[in-house]
């Protein structure tokens, strides 16, 4: 995986709730069983009209924004457990997710995967979509060392929690393999106490 510790960038205002997996990748779209070319598809009914044309009425369609940031109304993720849901937005280029509230297995499905799941407040949420969508080129930080997040034009900061493996394995770029070699030495250590 790739390291994060932190990220500033624009950000795609994503304002509607209740988004489920199926709505992020279609069930017609899980053949394969590699990550890659996923993020073609994500939104795909949302993307694009039944007979194939763009909605322009979409976010994702609309120029104006753009970055790796996704920000999205609450309970994001729920329905089904499907993995394809991190894979799709990952392939696509989000980086990091920000929602008042993940379904549980989307947002440990996301960190196994590199995206980064920042739970916010109903409050902060709301400041943030106002805020993009005012301004398309507002710039977003995401430090997941100090464990925040804020509008880098604004005093506007918020602190979210994540895990403290998760969070070491994102700093790191590691999944849990990588994690445990990088152990190694210590594992070894403990096995010589042993004999």
């Given amino acids: 995986m790739e390291k994060f510790k932190t990220l500033t960038a624009t950000a795609v205002p994503l304002d509607i709730e209740n988004v489920d997996t199926d709505q992020i990748i279609p069930a017609r779209f899980l053949k394969a069983t590699n990550r890659d070319g996923f993020g073609e598809n994500a939104f795909r009914d949302w993307r694009f009209q039944k007979d194939g044309t763009v909605n322009i009425d979409f976010v994702l369609n609309q120029p104006q924004y753009d970055g790796p940031i996704l920000v999205a109304g609450d309970n994001f993720g729920c329905g089904s457990s499907?993995?394809?849901?991190?894979?799709?937005?990952?392939?696509?280029?989000?980086?990091?997710?920000?929602?008042?509230?993940?379904?549980?297995?989307?947002?440990?499905?996301?960190?196994?995967?590199?995206?980064l799941p920042v739970q916010v407040s109903p409050e902060f949420l709301k400041v943030?979509?106002?805020?993009?969508?005012?301004?398309?080129?507002?710039?977003?930080?995401?430090?997941?060392?100090?464990?925040?997040?804020?509008?880098?034009?604004?005093?506007?900061?918020?602190?979210?929690?994540?895990?403290?493996?998760?969070?070491t394995c994102m700093i790191n770029g590691y999944d849990d393999i990588d994690y445990l070699l990088s152990k190694k030495d210590t594992i070894e250590q403990f096995e010589k106490t042993l004999i």
Wanted: charged share 20%; hydrophobic share 45%.
């Fill in 82 to 115: 499907r993995e394809h849901a991190a894979w799709a937005l990952t392939d696509y280029g989000f980086k990091v997710i920000v929602s008042s509230f993940f379904a549980d297995i989307f947002k440990g499905n996301a960190l196994n995967n590199g995206l």
């Fill in 128 to 167: 943030l979509m106002t805020t993009i969508k005012a301004n398309p080129k507002t710039k977003i930080t995401v430090d997941l060392v100090a464990q925040t997040i804020g509008i880098a034009s604004t005093n506007h900061v918020e602190s979210f929690e994540i895990d403290a493996y998760k969070k």
